[in-house]
């Protein structure tokens, strides 16, 4: 048969008898100093700073991601006329040099 543990030693007691009220009034933040709220606004402020900042960037360089390639697809075709004429005309003046006498 399975023997039952033995008790502690010393068993804490309760010796102080907690009122409602008094257990009310400690729950109740005491009443903060204008440097303390001053502090808790300029804590959050920065808190709140900062997220906006992390969202701003990573939205900002994706809007800037979407001109840079709109401008690119847009630029691309002209690129490549542009490209095209000065390869024509190189190889033009080439053979105009090579044929002449």
Do not use: K
Not at 46 to 63: F, G, I, P, T, Y
Request: glycine residues 2%.
């Amino acid at each position: 048969m399975s023997q039952l543990p033995m008790p502690p030693r010393f068993v804490p007691t309760l010796t102080d008898v907690v009122q409602p009220a008094m257990a009310q009034e400690q729950r109740m933040p005491p009443a903060a100093t204008p440097a303390a709220i001053e502090l808790l606004e300029n804590q959050l402020l920065h808190r709140v700073m900062q997220r906006v900042d992390l969202v701003l960037e990573r939205r900002l360089r994706e809007a800037v991601g979407q001109v840079i390639l709109a401008h690119t697809q847009a630029l691309g075709p002209r690129l490549r006329e542009e490209i095209e004429l000065v390869v024509r005309e190189s190889v033009s003046q080439a053979v105009a040099q090579e044929l002449s006498p």
